[in-house]
């Protein structure tokens, strides 16, 4: 995978190749998506605590849309991840809140293997949900004047950067 650099005014699509972003296939459609990212750095305040983490993650905080060429099989790249992380978390919230319920209404001897069942069930989600995150097309960097893609499929990226460099060439 690769990355590319979009600057601010290339974002709303029209300048990209009519490849899909994540495969390099003929691109049928565009998909808006909001990218957000942060400096690693804040994520080291979570050890000063959740107050200062979540000042500063607001605080530093940088958002941008971007207008992203996608085939049909990737058409929901971004959408399948969110529904995973979003109806995961809903889902273990709701066992978590039932099985506080019921949980003295239980048979003591079935405490241990919910238990058990639970921590490596959220384990297992949590893992997943990582590697979803990780393998996603997602901003590595965004400054005021553009934003840069990791995870971007090379063919896509080398037709991106031929076409830039014929712009700059036209002008």
Partial sequence: MAR??????ETNGKY???????CGEPADRDVPQT???MPVWVNFLILMG????IVMALVMRKT???VAPMCEQHRGHWRTRKLFVWLGLFGWIVTAVTLGIVWDTLPRASHG???IIGFFGFLLWVIVGMVLANNAIKAVEIRDRGIELGNVNKE???AWREQIKQL???Y
């Fill in 4 to 9: 590319i650099r979009v600057y601010r005014d």
């Fill in 16 to 22: 990209f190749p009519r490849l899909c972003m994540r």
């Fill in 35 to 37: 990218f957000v990212w």
């Fill in 50 to 53: 959740l107050g200062p983490w």
């Fill in 64 to 66: 941008m849309r971007v």
């Fill in 113 to 115: 293997p919910l238990f």
């Fill in 156 to 158: 896509f990226a080398d």
């Fill in 168 to 170: 700059e060439d036209d």
